[in-house]
Structures are given as structure tokens and as C-alpha cells.
């Protein structure tokens, strides 16, 4: 067994490596356009299932709160939290519309949707990027493995983040850090003067 963890060690180091490599751009791109939106007075709205779920409120409690510098609240919501409606709408309708519907309610033009899914294949993501879409809004999506029906839907304007990996475990330590990188491009653009602290 310490064999086992060791390699999980290093297989998580060396797709960081990787990620390292093949990421910056598109990190880079997707935080300008949450700036853009910030800026805008537009929201990020954000889902994924599982550890992804984790993930969208990770991301959502970042802005809401704060990441690492000082700076007023941020608009964002994590459309995972909310057990009520997610339960009727998987009730009622189906589990592929939890999201959706959500976002139908509440997104609006030049509101970004964060949808986070490792296989890219999970309908619920697949149908709330569909949704975002109809919302005029763009889309950030992060994915891995080949980037499944998720990377079919992308167009001019919104971004992917494929983490170079197969392994839903290691895709998702990568996506922590993309989220992080997300968070402190969006705080060193925005308040730059607080840069120092
Ligand atoms: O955290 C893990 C695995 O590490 C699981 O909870 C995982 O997130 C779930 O199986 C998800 O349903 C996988 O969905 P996706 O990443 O393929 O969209
Ligand atoms: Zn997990």
C-alpha cells in the first residue's frame, strides 16, 4: 500500500506537469472573460457532479468570500447546493435537468456558466451547457480525458480547459488548481493595488 500512495504522489505531480505545459493559455483566456463578466456586472454560475460538485462550490465560495487578498465580494452561484430544487427537478423531470432548469431561471446574457465534468459526458452538464447557450451566456468548461460531448458544444468565445489525463482522480487534483489559478488571475487583474499583501 505505501507503494500505492507513493504512486498516486507522483502520477498527480507528473499531470501537473503536464497540465503545466498544455493549460496557461486557456486558463489564462477563460479568467479575461470571467473579468470581462465581472466587470460587466454579470455572474458565474457553476455545476458538475460528485467531486465536481465540490468543485463548482469550491469556485463559488472563492468569489463569494474571498481567495487570497482583501477585496469586496464577488458574484457567483454553485447550482449543487440547493437540495429542494434539485430533488424536485430530479423528481419531476429528470436528474439531466437539475442544472438546466436552474440556469434558465436565473442566467442571463454576459453570465459565464463554469460546467466541470472529467469525462465531459455527463448529461446534466451537457444540458446546462445547452441552456447557458439559449441564455446568451459563455462557457468555461473543464474537462479531461478526450473531452466527450462537451467538447462538441463549444464555440467561438467560450473556452475549454482539457486536463491531459484519463484518470477521473487525477483530472479532478488538476481541476483544484485551474480553479485556483482562476481565482488569483481574477483577484490580480481586479484589485491590482492589493497585489503586495
Ligand atoms: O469524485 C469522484 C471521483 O474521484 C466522483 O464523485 C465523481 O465526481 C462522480 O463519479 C461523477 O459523477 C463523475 O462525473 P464526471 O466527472 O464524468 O462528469
Ligand atoms: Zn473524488
Redesign the pocket.
Known sequence: MLERIKDSFTESIQTKIDAAEALPESIAKAAEMMVHCLLGGHKILAC???????DAQHFSAELLNRYEIERPPLPAIALSTDTSTITAIANDYSYDEIFSKQILALGQPGDILLA???????GN?IKAMEAALSRDMTIVALT?KDGGAMAGLMSVGDVEIRVPSNV??R??EVHLLVIHCLCDNIDRTLFPQDEQQ
Open positions: 458538475g457532479n460528485g467531486g465536481s460538485a465540490g466541470i465534468s472529467t469525462s465531459g459526458n455527463s452538464i479531461g477521473t482522480a483530472i479532478q
